[in-house]
């Protein structure tokens, strides 16, 4: 092999290094803006119960792929890791029993109701907490975390809930 050659892969494994660890070094703050995070959960307009990473990652972990259809760019598959909103309320011992209505509530606004029936199928909807493998991100750095509700049947995710603050039972 010729000295430039050697020169060039040399720089190019730096280079593949450096970036290496600034995305690791991303992901760790969007780790710790994670941990901050916290899901209300109201049940006739009182706060019943209060979600964090932590907790989330005591329950049951489901993984998926889906389509998401953006309007920033061509559609792709995505990995998204989480917990079936069900079992938050399991968790909680929140009884669906007299609830009408699911409503979600995120940080821009945007609001989604669901059916508890839709919430009670097996693999439905879920909130989550990484994508491909990594944390989302908050809305500040572009991303649609740190936590968003994802209905698995609504094909093209309008019913999707990024930037999740608040659930309300009705
Ligand atoms: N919090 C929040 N979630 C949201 C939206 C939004 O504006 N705010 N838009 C919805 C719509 S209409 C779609 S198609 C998907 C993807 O939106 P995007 O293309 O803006 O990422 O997110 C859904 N979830
Ligand atoms: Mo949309």
């Known amino acids: 092999m010729n000295r430039g050659v050697m020169v060039a892969l040399l720089a190019l494994v730096v280079i593949?290094?450096?970036?290496a660890y600034l995305n690791a070094a991303d992901g760790d703050d969007r780790r710790a803006s994670q941990r901050e995070a916290e899901i209300y959960i109201n049940m006739d307009e009182e706060r019943a119960a209060t979600v964090?990473?932590?907790?989330?990652?005591?329950?049951?972990?489901?993984?998926?792929?889906?389509?998401?259809?953006?309007?920033?760019?061509?559609?792709?598959?995505?990995?998204?890791?989480?917990?079936?909103l069900m079992d938050l309320f399991r968790h909680f011992d929140l009884d669906l029993e007299d609830t009408e209505q699911i409503v979600t509530r995120a940080a821009d606004?945007?609001?989604?109701?669901?059916?508890?029936?839709?919430?009670?199928?097996?693999d439905n909807v879920y909130v989550v907490h990484e994508l491909d493998g990594e944390p989302l991100s908050?809305?500040?750095?572009?991303?649609?975390?740190?936590?968003m509700v994802v209905i698995r049947q609504d094909e093209f995710g309008q019913r999707w809930n990024k930037y999740l603050m608040e659930i309300d039972l009705r």
């Not at 908050?138 to 936590?147: A, H, L, M, V």
Request: glycine share 12%; hydrophobic share 30%.
């Open 16 to 19: 593949v290094g450096v970036f």
């Open 52 to 84: 964090d990473l932590p907790l989330m990652l005591d329950l049951k972990q489901h993984e998926f792929t889906e389509t998401l259809r953006s309007s920033e760019g061509a559609p792709r598959d995505h990995t998204y890791r989480g917990v079936r």
């Open 109 to 122: 606004g945007y609001t989604v109701a669901l059916t508890v029936e839709e919430v009670r199928e097996e």
């Open 138 to 147: 908050p809305k500040e750095e572009g991303g649609s975390g740190p936590f």
